[in-house]
Nanobody
């Protein structure tokens, strides 16, 4: 059974940084497209960033471009989300998600597809990020 476990959340002041990690077990991580999503209280879950299985395609939502960086380390079965210049509106539960992409039919094959939550087959439990003074 494929599982994802996030870590690295916490509380930080505006302008601060956090790095989230998500490790995959029970599957071949290097075959997986990976994404990060977030959900704030009272809002729908939204796309944040995604990286394809080969690290050749990366997408971000506009509001985090230039501040967040998604990366992966296949040797460690881990995807990361480095978050800099954090703002209060970044406060949310952050989820990582994955789906096999090596076949070319994974979610991270275009910006539009990468944002489609239904395309991701495995989800983590989430980690809380709180940005406040």
């Amino acid at each position: 059974q494929v599982q994802l476990v996030e870590s690295g959340g916490g509380s930080v002041q505006p302008g601060g940084s956090l790095e989230l990690s998500c490790i995959l077990s029970g599957g071949t991580f290097s075959n997986y497209d990976m994404g990060w999503f977030r959900q704030s209280p009272g809002k729908e879950r939204e796309f944040v960033a995604a990286i394809d299985w080969g690290s050749g395609l990366i997408y971000y939502r506009d509001s985090v471009k230039g501040r967040f960086t998604i990366s992966r380390n296949n040797a460690k079965d881990t995807v990361y989300l480095q978050m800099n210049s954090l703002m209060p509106e970044d406060t949310a539960i952050y989820y990582c998600a994955g789906a096999e992409g090596v076949s070319g039919r994974g979610p991270v094959r275009s910006n539009w597809w990468a944002q489609q939550q239904r395309e991701y087959k495995v989800w983590g439990q989430g980690t809380q990020v709180t940005v406040s003074a």
